[in-house]
């Protein structure tokens, strides 16, 4: 889509879940680098609305309101509001922070799901679906727990299995069971409707491969689905908490949360755009006042001259590349997305974020402890973005990119240019005298950087955006101590005045380009300027502040971050870590008794590991190939992150050889390999104590 086709931007952030408050990982990954995008294009004067909200359907919402023994309408109205506050305290400056429970979106989504419906674009299947007898309800993917067929993993959920990364099918887990009363689930018949992405497999394809500038990692996952052979999708659940089913015979039925979900940013532009929403209503939405040009919401969301960009994780790549597309197609009257920056995972102090194990900075935490440093995270966040490969946040690291970056270069800069126009000249802008060479190689540089700048927020690298802001605060200090205007004031106070005139324009010149990576910053900067805000424009030119201007009062833009705080924050995670290690992790529940004939059935035997690789594309899946002294063959295992391939050449191992042949990641899997698993995760393969021949059976 070229520039000049470009009408509007309709800028969607992934709805967080409503079952707990935002952490870093959730800045780093969606919602900084939106916004920083969102704010540059308001300040080129383009027309974008920003949308978002709290994603309040799906089984973690029942699940978390069945453990807090309250409704799931107690949970998602508690945590809309910490997420909401948490987000306008912060600074991200969405249009509107909208909700999937509201009346509107349900409306939308049940129209949405009901065009489809009317269209015969689904197809009505009976499946066998477990069913909890105890609890008298069918059991959604997440209230079924098993033993992956994969990897071995006993806690797989019937959706995926979280440490070998395997996609499910709740039939896939050996012995399931229902985390509603732990019983054995039956199977039992039931009716729900599917998007048939199969056939639709071909049209997708071509969507995806018109979006070739997308980032590697988005544009490689949606291929290796393809590859793979898209399959139909149930777009209902048996549920009771969710958007309602709307066609008749679908009582206990609801929209699975991945059809209503994205709908939900179609949805929160109509409220946006909705002239007659109560006041009540625009608060409960976070509405800003933030002038929006068009009328209907449908200019943003079904014209060809609306640029869509969805900001997203990586975990959320399939859903808003291929099934959302998808559905957006079968309607027929949207527009599809333009683009999806999605991002790598961010890490905390070298372990992976866990909300269950509590190793996390939340946001709301963060406001609390760090008052008024809301563009330091921002900083920090965007330097380290995890844009290309996971990334790590330390402690130590946000305490030395304050101290030695914002404060040593950047507030340096804006500090002695101002303090010495105050103390020199009674806080006015001083004419500009006789241009030095060195003055005129400062000019011309300031010109380049709002393109540099620019270009890079436009192709969403957002590191070096900052970078390129930060090279300019560099160019200025370097200015400043070239010519040393503190010595000069003695000998030549009119070269002076030229001196702290250019550097007051590289400041202004920073106060504008600062405003889509650190806004409060910038306020603060354009108020000691005493300017005005300035649109993206007025950046690049030496005469934004004229002589005689009188300037504000020069405060400290950043202050230093002292040790005491960063220890505070890293004794506070030595706590949690303190924490987790002491509560004794339980062992797995035995299982249900079976018969000897059952035990019978299972023919394990000695085999020996003859080659192994890690299978392209995944990070936990290991292609082995295993001499079981019947045969030679195939079996892939989810032990990637625990072993090297080449370390594991000729060990010998037990493996269940009459295990159903599977296929995963395009690979037939003929059988699995016995793991010991302790509490802790560590995975230890079960080995004869000494060598056996291969094929001897393991009784």
Known sequence: MEDHQIKRYTVTAAL?????????????????????????????????????????????????????????????????????????????????????????????????????YDK????????EQYYDESAQQFLADRYIVGTCPVCGNENAY?????????????????NPHSTLSGQPPVLRKTTNWFLPLDKMQPEIEAYIESRKTWRPTVFGQCKSWLNGGL???????????????????????????????????????????????????????????????????EDYWKSEETKLVHFIGKDNIVFHCIIFPAMLMAHGEYHLANQVPANEFLNLEGD????????????????????????????????????????????????????????????????????????????????LGILSQQDQEVIEQLKEFPD???????????REALAEFMNLARVGNKYLADEEPWKLIKTDPERVQTVLNIGLQLAANLAILSQPFLPNSADALFTMLNLSTQNWDKAGTADLL??????????????????????????KLLNTKMENEQ????????????????FAALDIRVGTILAAEKVAKTKKLLKLSIDTGLDQRTVVSGIAEYFEPEAIIGKQVSILVNLEPREIKGILSQGMILMAENPEGKLSFATPAEAFGNGSVIR
């Open 16 to 116: 967080p879940y409503t079952n707990g408050p935002v952490h870093i990982g959730h800045l780093a990954g969606v919602y900084i680098p939106a916004d920083t995008y969102v704010r540059y294009l308001r300040l080129k004067e383009k027309d974008v609305i920003f949308v978002c909200g709290s994603d309040e359907h799906g089984v973690p919402i029942t699940l978390k309101a069945r453990k807090e023994g309250v409704s799931p309408q107690e949970v998602v109205d508690k945590y809309h509001k910490i997420i909401g506050d948490s987000f306008s305290d912060f600074g991200i400056s969405f249009n509107i922070y909208h909700r999937t429970s509201s009346a509107t979106h349900h409306e939308t989504a049940a129209g949405f799901f009901r065009n489809l």
């Open 120 to 127: 015969h674009v689904f197809t009505e299947e009976s499946t």
């Open 158 to 174: 019937g959706d995926q299995c979280e440490k070998c990364g395997t996609s499910l099918n709740p039939t896939d887990l050996i």
């Open 231 to 297: 399959q139909p999708r149930a777009m209902t659940r048996d549920l009771e908490w969710g958007v309602k089913v709307p066609v008749k015979g679908a009582d206990g039925k609801v929209l699975y949360v991945w059809f209503d979900a994205p709908i939900g940013y179609i949805s929160a532009t109509k409220d946006l755009l909705n002239a007659n929403l109560s006041t009540e209503k625009k608060e409960e939405y976070y509405i800003k006042n933030i002038p929006v040009k068009e009328a209907s919401w």
């Open 352 to 431: 992976k974020i866990s909300t269950s194990r509590n190793w996390a900075v939340w946001l709301p935490e963060f406001l609390k402890d760090f008052p008024g440093k809301q563009d330091v995270l921002r900083y920090v966040l965007t330097s380290a973005a995890p844009e290309t490969k996971d990334n790590d946040f330390t402690w130590k690291d946000f305490q030395a990119r304050n101290n030695n970056e914002l404060v040593a270069i950047y507030g340096n800069f804006i500090n002695r240019v101002l303090v010495l126009s105050h103390k020199y000249f009674g806080g006015k802008v001083m004419p």
């Open 452 to 462: 540099k700048i620019g270009n890079a927020l436009e192709n969403y690298r957002f």
């Open 546 to 571: 004229p002589e005689g201007h009188a300037l504000g009062e020069a405060k400290l833009l950043f202050e230093k971050i002292e040790d005491a705080q960063i220890e505070a924050q890293i004794q």
């Open 583 to 598: 509560v004794k992790l339980p062992l797995i529940e035995a299982k249900p008794n079976i018969t000897f004939e059952q």
